[in-house]
Nanobody, 125 residues
C-alpha cells in the first residue's frame, strides 16, 4: 500500500523560502505522477503543482505565481516543492498526492488516489 509523508513546513516570515518534501513508500514511485495541493482554513483545496511520471513535464496553479518549483528524485522516492518569496496568502496545509493512473499528472484533486497527511506552512508579516 502506497503511503506519502510530507515534511518541511513551518512558520516563516514573508519573503522567506521553504522546501517541502514528500516521501513515498509501499509502491513503485517512478510509476506515479505527483501533485501538491494546499488548503487554507475555510477555503477549498487548491492545486499548486504537478509533475509527470518521468519528471519531464510540470504544471503549476495560478497560486504558484512563478515562485514555486516542483521536482522529483526517484532514487529517493521523493517529490519536492521549493517555495520562494512566500506571502501571507500562502499560509495553508500543503499535501502531496499520487496519481497512480495517468502519466502526466493533473490539476484535479479527484484524479489522485493517494494523499499524505499534510504539512502546515504559516507565513507571518
Amino acid at each position: 500500500q502506497v503511503q506519502l509523508v510530507e515534511s518541511g513546513g513551518g512558520l516563516v516570515q514573508t519573503g522567506a523560502s521553504l522546501r517541502l518534501s514528500c516521501v513515498a513508500s509501499g509502491g513503485t514511485f517512478g510509476r506515479f505522477a505527483m501533485g501538491w495541493f494546499r488548503q487554507a482554513p475555510g477555503e477549498e483545496r487548491e492545486f499548486v503543482a504537478a509533475i509527470s511520471r518521468s519528471g519531464g513535464t510540470t504544471y503549476y496553479g495560478s497560486s504558484a505565481g512563478g515562485r514555486f518549483t516542483i521536482s522529483r528524485d526517484d532514487a529517493e522516492n521523493t517529490v519536492f516543492l521549493q517555495m520562494r518569496n512566500l506571502k501571507l496568502e500562502d499560509t495553508a496545509v500543503y499535501s502531496c498526492a499520487a496519481d497512480l493512473t495517468s502519466e502526466g499528472g493533473s490539476s484535479y484533486d479527484a484524479d489522485y488516489e493517494i494523499w499524505g497527511q499534510g504539512t502546515q506552512v504559516t507565513v507571518s508579516s
